[in-house]
């Protein structure tokens, strides 16, 4: 069971460049959702998604571009990275939301330098 | 204000101890609170989920719901080190998809 999975765990980027970061869960939940986390600081939402292709902004999308092909996936798009998007990024789903938690990959750790 | 606030931190306890983290939030309307547990370089696990006013145990875990002053609390009882983490308090609006949490507050048991 294999629940949230996150790739990569750890990456290094050059400001200017480009990457995707995975998200993947096996437990048919429809609700997922991308945050970043700052050192020492609360979790602030990038994107979140409803089900296969509904998305929706959150309270930091600039910078990110995010789509959900299938229920099961949920990548975040990086464009033209920055050292303002070094941080840590969380994937999490939930079935439905309010009656049910949201379970959090182990995160991947981006800089930029 | 913010929609979700925390007591802030950080918080030490001598181990054995009760532990209160206080969380207050804003919609008069929110639904469901959960809090979670984050230990350092690790990502947040759910400890507790509360829906209803009063008190919910779960082992050492005790949370407190009160809607009408809007406040929602976690007692961690006998504190062990293995507590020392940060702690989020959720909460999620009526008819709203996303949770909104709060910034933590960090934990440290004294052994």
């Known amino acids: 069971n294999a629940g949230v999975t996150q790739t990569p765990k750890f990456r290094i980027l050059k400001i200017g460049q480009s990457m995707t970061l995975q998200c993947a869960q096996d437990?048919?939940?429809?609700?997922m959702y991308w945050y970043r986390q700052d050192p020492g600081m609360g979790l602030k939402l990038i994107y979140y998604s409803v089900g296969a292709g509904i998305t929706d902004k959150g309270e930091v999308p600039n910078g990110y571009n995010v789509s959900r092909s299938t229920t099961e996936d949920f990548p975040l798009r990086l464009e033209l990275a920055a050292p303002s998007q070094t941080s840590v990024y969380f994937c999490?789903?939930?079935?439905?939301?309010?009656?049910?938690?949201?379970?959090f990959g182990d995160g991947t750790r981006l800089s930029i330098l | 204000q913010k929609e979700v606030e925390q007591n802030s931190g950080p918080l030490s306890v001598p181990e054995g101890a009760i532990a209160s983290l206080n969380c207050t939030y804003s919609?008069?309307?929110?639904?469901?609170f959960f809090w979670y547990r984050q230990y350092s370089g690790k990502s947040p696990e759910l400890i507790m989920s509360?829906?209803?006013?009063g008190d919910k145990e779960d082992g050492r875990f005790t949370a407190q719901l009160n809607k009408a002053s809007q406040y929602v609390s976690l007692l961690i009882r006998d504190s062990q080190p293995s507590d020392s983490a940060t702690y989020l308090c959720a909460v999620n609006p009526w008819n709203d998809y996303k949770l909104s949490f709060g910034a933590g507050t960090t934990v440290t048991v004294r052994a």
């Open positions: 437990m048919n939940h429809n609700y």
């Open positions: 999490a789903s939930s079935y439905i939301p309010g009656d049910q938690p949201q379970h």
């Open positions: 509360i829906y209803s006013n």
């Open positions: 919609d008069r309307v929110s639904q469901s």
